[in-house]
């Protein structure tokens, strides 16, 4: 017996075949909010993706790093929000919101430790 392998992607193919809901990835969903944020918040220098992200797990959050100019200086505080699929949000978030100088002390160092967890600074998420 042949084993398939389904990926994300895949299975949003199929569903959309066959008239089902289609859901982004955690990815894509990090890309469209990361546009949205750029396009309101005009001090807004840099968006990253912190890693790991895990599409399997619903309640593992999307986290994004986003250094504003003109953030108060406070460290690591994230603020939470919950996911909210009536309104296109499927996925809990994360947003870790720091300075351009708290940011360089960061990318020193690669990562960003809440809790127990260590999260990699990730790919940038740019505005289009």
Sequence with gaps: MTKIEWTSSAIRDVKA??????NK???ETAKSLANAHFQVE???KRIYLMQPINDQDPNDPI???????GTIERGIEPVSFAAD???GMDY???IIEISPAEYESVR?????RLGNHDWTIGEELLAR
Aim: zero cysteines.
């Design 25 to 27: 990835s955690k990815l």
């Design 92 to 94: 809990r978030l994360m």
């Design 108 to 112: 020193t160092v690669g990562k960003v």
């Design 42 to 44: 005009p001090n807004l």
């Design 63 to 69: 986290k994004l790093l986003e250094v504003v100019e």
């Design 85 to 87: 699929p009536a309104r």
């Design 17 to 22: 075949e066959f008239g089902g809901v289609v």
